[in-house]
C-alpha cells in the first residue's frame, strides 16, 4: 500500500517562511511527478507547484518566485519551501504523487492527508 506523509505545517505570521515536507513509502515502482496542491476555506483545490521525475517544475499563478518545489529522489521526498507568506496563503496543502506501484503496469495519483498552514496578518 502507498502512503504519503506531509509535515511542516503551522502558524506563521506575513513576511514568514514555512517548508512543507512529503515522503511517499510503500511498494512502489516508480514516481512520476510529485506535487503540492492547496485548498482554502470554500475554495477550490489548486495546483501550486508540481516536480518531474526529470527535475522540469511548474508554478501556479503568481506563486513562483515566493515558493520553491524540489525533490529528493533517492528519498521519494518532495518539499515546498514558502517564503514572504501571506494570509491569502492559508490553507490545507496537499501532496500528489503520479506513480506506479510495485506490481502495476498502470499509474495512479495518490494524496496526502493534507497539513495546515496559516497565515496571520
Known amino acids: 500500500q502507498v502512503q504519503l506523509v506531509e509535515s511542516g505545517g503551522g502558524l506563521v505570521r506575513a513576511g514568514g517562511s514555512l517548508r512543507l515536507s512529503c515522503t511517499a513509502s510503500?511498494?512502489?515502482?516508480?514516481?512520476?511527478?510529485m506535487g503540492w496542491y492547496r485548498q482554502a476555506p470554500s475554495k477550490q483545490r489548486e495546483l501550486v507547484a508540481r516536480?518531474?521525475?526529470?527535475?522540469?517544475?511548474y508554478y501556479g499563478d503568481s506563486l513562483k518566485g515566493r515558493f520553491t518545489i524540489a525533490r529528493d529522489s533517492a528519498k521519494n521526498t518532495v518539499y515546498l519551501q514558502m517564503d514572504s507568506l501571506k494570509p491569502e496563503d492559508t490553507a490545507v496543502y496537499y501532496c500528489?504523487?503520479?506513480?506506479?506501484?510495485?506490481?502495476?503496469?498502470w499509474g495512479d495519483g495518490y494524496w496526502g492527508q493534507g497539513t495546515q498552514v496559516t497565515v496571520s496578518s
Open positions: 510503500g511498494r512502489i515502482l516508480s514516481i512520476n511527478t
Open positions: 516536480i518531474s521525475s526529470t527535475g522540469s517544475t
Open positions: 500528489h504523487a503520479q506513480l506506479i506501484p510495485s506490481g502495476s503496469i
